[in-house]
């Protein structure tokens, strides 16, 4: 499986934006993430065109909960998508990357007072709000500001994506939002719509992650839209902005096959449209947030291979130089993965290996790939790590986070530096009582 402008070139190693992927795992070191810039930029403006030919008005927020980097926030503010943010550190970026903060949106199913404080001081366009406690402490904040803030209100509705259960957000069991059953979320509209300092400009779901089937998003769609028809008949409000989320899956194997973005745009619209004109609604501006499938097959992580162990009839683990903390997704969620031998690329792959990561966990990243003979010093390439592996990297065994190098044309620029084993100690205090001298022997003596 090549991805966007990966290949394998004339030294059979594979190559990624015009970059021999072994020269740059000899130039940056490894684990390190790489970006094909080409591709996601090539992504961003196909998800504009898709929706953009099919929809009077459309507005594209790239989820940066998936990637977020002050490098990326600025690759997708040229492409004319907006950014929705999760956090105050998400914010942060965005607005350190300069992103216009009126395109900028704050979710979060827990947002602390001082993340909405930030997101009012900054002047963010849109804040969705998941719970009554958020109306009213966003209401507070605003008054006390003299500010007036529009907001997205969040809805379950409901409807049943096949995904990873940690990742379905779809039911009415859930922390996110409103669920659209029993009153609570037309009790959130009346208040929202009672609070002087809020402008409510629409509602907003997320069903859930790495969707491959458009059902569930035609079924989210048309119940979105009959939600809208509910609060025009019994409060007399219109709803002007429908905001879907993201969820559309990627290809992570050979065999996946997820539905093009004209095939997606063209249910997403096509059940708005229908919808709407069932109700007699005008036709609300449409906002997606995709994460995933805007940046998830333009990033891989290149590896370095260590031991590699073979169990004759059992099975050959390889180990590599990260794991489960630069891709914590295997563990957390049984993600399966692919992976190419960068400088074995054009050999055939005929023989199955289980890789592991290299910390103290059975961290297996990928439990059959099927590869060349694979020896100590290679480099392994994993396809399709842009989305949700940096973003959710951690320093479990201490291990340093790995830079991420974006590359385009045959040229690679650092956009994130790897941390080195003192940013690893940087915040780390020792209380005065912890200091003095060592005893004269250690028990390991
Ligand atoms: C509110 C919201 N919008 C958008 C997304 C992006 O989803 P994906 O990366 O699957 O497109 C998420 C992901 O969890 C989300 O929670």
Partial sequence: ????????????????????????????????????EDYFRETCRNYRAAFEARYPEVGISFSGK???????????????????????????????????????????????????????????GRVGLDHLREVDLLQ???????????VLLRVAPGVQADT??????????????????????????????????????GIHCHIGSQILDLEPFREAAEMMVDFAAELR?????????????GGLGVRYLP????????????????????????????????????????????GMTLYTVGVVKELPGVRTYVSVDGGMSDNPRP?????????????KAGEPRERSVAV?????????????????????????????????????????????????VLVADGGADLIVERETLDDIVRLDRVPARLQGDWPSRSAAE
């Avoid at 991805?3 to 000899?26: S, Y």
């Avoid at 600025?74 to 914010?91: F, Y």
């Avoid at 563990?331 to 400088?343: F, Q």
């Avoid at 100590?376 to 399709?384: F, M, S």
């Fill in 1 to 36: 499986m090549l991805l966007g402008t990966q290949r394998i070139n004339g030294n059979g190693a594979l190559e990624i934006g015009g970059c021999d992927t072994v020269e740059l795992a000899r130039q940056f070191g490894t684990p390190l993430y790489v970006l094909d």
């Fill in 66 to 124: 998936a990637f977020m980097t002050s490098a990326v926030c600025r690759i997708v503010g040229q492409e004319g998508l907006a950014l929705d943010v999760s956090s105050g550190g998400e914010l942060h970026t965005g607005l350190r990357a300069g992103f216009p903060p009126e395109r900028i949106l704050l979710h979060g199913s827990n947002k602390s007072r001082a993340e909405l404080e930030m997101a009012l001081e900054a002047g963010v």
């Fill in 140 to 150: 507070e904040l605003a008054a006390g500001r003299g500010q007036r803030v529009d």
């Fill in 164 to 201: 990873h259960t940690h990742i379905q957000t779809w039911k009415a069991d859930t922390k996110f939002g409103f669920a659209i059953v029993g009153g609570a979320e037309k009790e959130a509209v009346a208040k929202e719509l009672g609070a002087p300092n809020l402008r409510l400009c």
């Fill in 233 to 245: 008949d019994e409060l007399g409000h219109t709803v002007a902005e429908l905001d879907l989320g």
């Fill in 255 to 298: 065999e996946d096959d997820p539905p093009s973005l004209e095939e997606y745009a063209e249910t997403v619209t096509g059940a708005v449209r229908g919808r709407c004109e069932k109700h007699g609604l005008p036709l609300p501006r449409l906002l997606q947030e995709p994460g995933r499938s805007l940046v998830g097959e333009a």
């Fill in 331 to 343: 563990a957390l969620y049984g993600a399966r993965y692919d992976a190419i031998v960068a400088n």
């Fill in 356 to 404: 592991s990561g290299k910390h103290c966990e059975t961290d297996t990243l990928i439990a059959d790939l099927k590869a060349p003979q694979i020896e100590p010093g290679d480099i392994l390439a994993v396809q399709t790590t842009g989305a949700y592996n940096y973003s959710m990297a951690s320093n479990y065994n201490r291990l340093p986070r790995p830079a991420v």
